[in-house]
């Protein structure tokens, strides 16, 4: 079994882990609004050709090219985020956020396939880094 972190510093009833757990949590639900995030899905956005008038928008995938409503989409970052460090200090928060809240350019829409077969590919090369 793993250690268990040890009490945050800041809030004793919670663990470390739990710590960082929300403050990631916040910080990615806050990006969603960052606006390099809504200028990448505008650059590959066109009205829809759905036929569906609930559907204003459908979004090309960078990789399949394929065009999908935006729910079937999801933004990946070029410069991947990654979890957070384990010995998180404001330098490592600083360089996650930065990460996280990146320029037009290190953002891409892939289709949720493609965007699954990318995590799985980055996953297994980092298991592979792993060992």
């Not at 806050?30 to 759905?50: E, F, G, H, N």
């Not at 991947?80 to 460090?85: A, I, L, N, S």
Request: net charge positive.
């Amino acid at each position: 079994m793993p250690a268990k972190t040890p009490p945050c510093s800041k809030y004793p009833a919670w663990s470390e882990a739990k710590y960082r757990s929300f403050i990631r949590s916040a910080l990615r639900q806050s990006s969603i609004k960052w606006p390099p995030t809504q200028q990448a899905w505008k650059l590959v956005q066109r009205p829809s050709q759905l036929g569906d008038k609930r559907i204003k928008y459908e979004y090309q995938c960078d990789s399949c090219k394929g065009w999908f409503k935006r729910s079937e989409c999801e933004n990946n970052h070029l410069v991947p985020t990654g979890v957070m460090m384990e010995g998180m200090d404001h330098r490592t928060i600083g360089d996650w956020v930065d990460r996280l809240l990146a320029p037009v350019h290190h953002y891409q829409i892939l289709c949720k396939p493609c965007h699954q077969i990318l995590t799985n590919q980055q996953n297994a090369e980092r298991r592979e880094g792993d060992d």
